[in-house]
């Protein structure tokens, strides 16, 4: 069976993928990097020992290195990703894949030239509640899907600099990637409103006025998804929630982040009623990990990976943090490479997905003026 070799960079919260690579069955060697080697080492002693490169240019000439997977600040993505496909390696890459649509455009490009695989790191698509839904969307149950949601609500405050004032759409995927992944299509035009006032050094450096950003994408099939996403100065409790209405079920996100799922069924209506009864169920989740080989089983169950304290997180039984999406993502990545074929997360769907935020912060920028998201 062919295995591939594997470099991990950026071991922030790069370092939950740590121990799901080491134990797949088909990643033959890892590799560690991070620019602070405190960080490698600290994560190569949680996983009971690992291979650290020296610098981000070793990995790209190393030879050995099949593919690369890039968990570094948001800044470098774009840049770091061109130049391990260029290198001749496969790149994942967490999210956003990059922060302009010319920076896409550089990644589509690099990614066909090489012939290698990208694929965007998005948890959203592997959660429990996404495969859920999924299956009410495939055996039926939705109906036609009506109307889409997504949420993201998170206080940045205190976070590395390059987060301080960032345009929130410019990170919505967590609350767009959902959306487009249900709607079977993709996001084509955007109205979007800024909203809020927050503090004068939060504005500087992107010249982002707005704490929170709110967006109406319209899709290629006519459906449409509203997201909402927060970063700075605004009380709510942290939440990346999928909401989805179908004109016989829905879908909608608990009020926090892990509480369970409402699932509200409209029957018909009794003659001579008006309207339709509902029932509404609050309803848990089941575990997704069939599709995973073993060994990743139990990555798909416990806490969030706290990169503070990773042997804490190794003894909490973490790395299956966003809700058991890490190993599947894995996973897919891995298998994508071996097979030869497409990652489920291309640059086409990572690409629309991303652009669909950056172009929702250009709309919020023209008081809500459409704009249309190209197509990669
Ligand atoms: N749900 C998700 O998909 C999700 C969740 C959290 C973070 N993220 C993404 O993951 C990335 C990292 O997030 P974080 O919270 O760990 O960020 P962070 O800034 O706290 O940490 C990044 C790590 O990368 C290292 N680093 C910086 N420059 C580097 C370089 N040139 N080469 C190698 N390593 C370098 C830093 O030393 C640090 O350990 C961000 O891009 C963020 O958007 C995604």
């Given at each position: 069976m062919k295995k591939i070799n594997i470099a991990l960079v950026g071991l922030g919260f790069g370092g939950a993928f740590a121990p799901i690579y080491k134990e797949h069955p088909d990643v033959g060697k890892l590799i560690l990097y991070d620019a602070d080697p405190n960080v490698s080492k600290r994560t190569a002693e949680y996983i009971g020992g690992s291979d650290i490169a020296d610098s981000f240019e070793a990995i790209l000439d190393d030879k050995s290195v099949d593919a690369v997977h890039l968990v570094t600040p948001i800044p470098l993505h774009a840049d770091q990703t061109v130049a391990v496909l260029e290198s001749g390696k496969h790149c994942a890459c967490t999210v956003p894949m990059a922060t302009s649509l010319d920076d896409i455009r550089r990644i589509v490009k690099a990614r066909r030239m090489s012939g290698k695989n990208y694929m965007m790191m998005e948890t959203t698509l592997y959660t429990y509640q996404y495969f859920y839904v999924k299956n009410m969307l495939k055996e039926g149950k939705l109906g036609r899907i009506q109307f889409l949601r997504g949420t993201h609500y998170q206080d940045m405050a205190q976070w590395p600099d390059y987060w301080m004032g960032l345009p929130p759409m410019w990170y919505g995927t967590h609350a767009i990637a959902p959306m487009i992944g249900l709607s079977g299509s993709r996001i084509c035009r955007v109205n979007c409103f800024g909203s809020g006032t927050m503090a004068d050094r939060l504005v500087q450096r992107y010249g982002n006025p707005y704490p929170i950003e709110s967006a109406l994408f319209e899709f290629e099939n006519g459906l449409k998804g509203e997201a909402t996403r927060s970063l700075f100065e605004t009380a709510r409790m942290y939440q990346e929630g999928m909401f989805v209405y179908g004109s016989e079920m829905s879908f909608e996100w608990g009020f926090g982040d892990g509480d369970d799922p409402y699932i509200t069924k409209l029957y018909p209506p009794e003659p001579g009623a008006r309207g339709g009864r509902t029932e509404t169920k609050v309803t848990q989740m089941p575990n997704f990990y069939n599709d995973l080989p073993k060994e990743l089983w139990?990555?798909?169950?416990g806490g969030n990976y706290d990169p503070l304290n990773p042997q804490e997180s190794l003894k909490r039984g973490a790395g299956a943090g966003h809700h058991g999406s890490h190993a599947h993502l894995v996973h897919e990545f891995v298998r994508s490479c071996i097979e030869e074929r497409k990652p489920a997360i291309d640059e086409h769907l990572g690409g629309n997905i991303t652009a669909a935020g950056i172009c929702a912060h250009e709309s919020a920028m023209k008081n809500g003026e459409a704009v249309i998201v190209p197509k990669f």
């Amino acid at each position: 069976m062919k295995k591939i070799n594997i470099a991990l960079v950026g071991l922030g919260f790069g370092g939950a993928f740590a121990p799901i690579y080491k134990e797949h069955p088909d990643v033959g060697k890892l590799i560690l990097y991070d620019a602070d080697p405190n960080v490698s080492k600290r994560t190569a002693e949680y996983i009971g020992g690992s291979d650290i490169a020296d610098s981000f240019e070793a990995i790209l000439d190393d030879k050995s290195v099949d593919a690369v997977h890039l968990v570094t600040p948001i800044p470098l993505h774009a840049d770091q990703t061109v130049a391990v496909l260029e290198s001749g390696k496969h790149c994942a890459c967490t999210v956003p894949m990059a922060t302009s649509l010319d920076d896409i455009r550089r990644i589509v490009k690099a990614r066909r030239m090489s012939g290698k695989n990208y694929m965007m790191m998005e948890t959203t698509l592997y959660t429990y509640q996404y495969f859920y839904v999924k299956n009410m969307l495939k055996e039926g149950k939705l109906g036609r899907i009506q109307f889409l949601r997504g949420t993201h609500y998170q206080d940045m405050a205190q976070w590395p600099d390059y987060w301080m004032g960032l345009p929130p759409m410019w990170y919505g995927t967590h609350a767009i990637a959902p959306m487009i992944g249900l709607s079977g299509s993709r996001i084509c035009r955007v109205n979007c409103f800024g909203s809020g006032t927050m503090a004068d050094r939060l504005v500087q450096r992107y010249g982002n006025p707005y704490p929170i950003e709110s967006a109406l994408f319209e899709f290629e099939n006519g459906l449409k998804g509203e997201a909402t996403r927060s970063l700075f100065e605004t009380a709510r409790m942290y939440q990346e929630g999928m909401f989805v209405y179908g004109s016989e079920m829905s879908f909608e996100w608990g009020f926090g982040d892990g509480d369970d799922p409402y699932i509200t069924k409209l029957y018909p209506p009794e003659p001579g009623a008006r309207g339709g009864r509902t029932e509404t169920k609050v309803t848990q989740m089941p575990n997704f990990y069939n599709d995973l080989p073993k060994e990743l089983w139990h990555f798909t169950v416990g806490g969030n990976y706290d990169p503070l304290n990773p042997q804490e997180s190794l003894k909490r039984g973490a790395g299956a943090g966003h809700h058991g999406s890490h190993a599947h993502l894995v996973h897919e990545f891995v298998r994508s490479c071996i097979e030869e074929r497409k990652p489920a997360i291309d640059e086409h769907l990572g690409g629309n997905i991303t652009a669909a935020g950056i172009c929702a912060h250009e709309s919020a920028m023209k008081n809500g003026e459409a704009v249309i998201v190209p197509k990669f």
